[in-house]
């Protein structure tokens, strides 16, 4: 067992630029979830996927944001036009349905920084 | 509205002085209730899952406990190593979006 992880861990962009993290979570695990979280907040959820299905995304996510898990593996999330705003910790989890548990565990967030 | 509430926003602590950290939710069905350890600039690290009021869990000088409206994380006898934020998160029923309180940050000082 590996853990989530989440590549790049930092990257600093300038406004209007397109970037994609991505997320590789522990390999039996068949969820997996976005966040985002700013300083001083907890993680807030973007958009969950079971297998490969995006079966779940926030109304608050704009139309700027995408996320795919083309093989129910690893998964990525995309901003285009990246503004100011969206400066702010990314985090990937990712947990099981097998059995009771519905836990999900963490990765080390990629650091967005928008200029 | 599900909405999760922790207090307080902030605790500071003499090592050895035990203390407990409040989650306040509010959620039509609750599937499970998650308490996280965050340090900064890292994710959350994953302390215990209850599902029912009534559970309780242990683990080191954590102990979490559940009722139908809020939980509490206890923390006996605290270390300077304890301090960092902890995050209380509900999971509904009827859904996957997962709802955090804005957490509580623990300083212990030695």
């Known amino acids: 067992d590996t853990g989530v992880s989440q590549d790049p861990r930092h990257k600093i962009t300038k406004r209007g630029q397109n970037v994609t993290f991505r997320c590789d979570p522990i390999s039996e695990h068949n969820r997996l979830y976005w966040y985002r979280q700013t300083l001083g907040q907890g993680p807030e959820f973007l958009t969950y996927f079971q297998n490969e299905a995006q079966l779940e995304k926030s109304r608050l996510l704009s139309d700027r944001f995408s996320a795919e898990r083309p093989k129910g593996s690893f998964s990525t999330l995309e901003i285009q036009r990246t503004e100011q705003g969206d400066s702010a910790m990314y985090l990937c989890?990712?947990?099981?349905?097998?059995?009771?548990?519905?836990?999900?565990?963490f990765g080390p967030g990629t650091r967005l920084t928008v200029l | 509205e599900d909405q999760v509430t922790q207090s307080p926003e902030a605790l500071r602590l003499q090592e050895g002085e035990s203390s407990s950290l409040n989650c306040s939710y509010t959620v039509s069905g609750l599937r499970g209730l998650f308490w996280y350890r965050q340090d900064p600039g890292k994710g959350p690290e994953f302390l215990f899952t209850?599902?029912?009021a009534g559970e309780e869990k242990e683990k080191e000088r954590l102990k979490a406990t559940l009722t139908k409206k809020e939980s509490f994380l206890h923390i006996t006898a605290p270390k300077p190593e304890d301090s960092a934020t902890y995050l209380c998160a509900v999971f509904p029923t009827g859904g996957f979006k997962t709802i955090f309180g804005a957490g509580t940050r623990l300083f212990v000082k030695a």
């Open positions: 989890a990712s947990s099981s349905s097998a059995g009771r548990t519905d836990t999900q565990y």
């Open positions: 209850l599902y029912s």
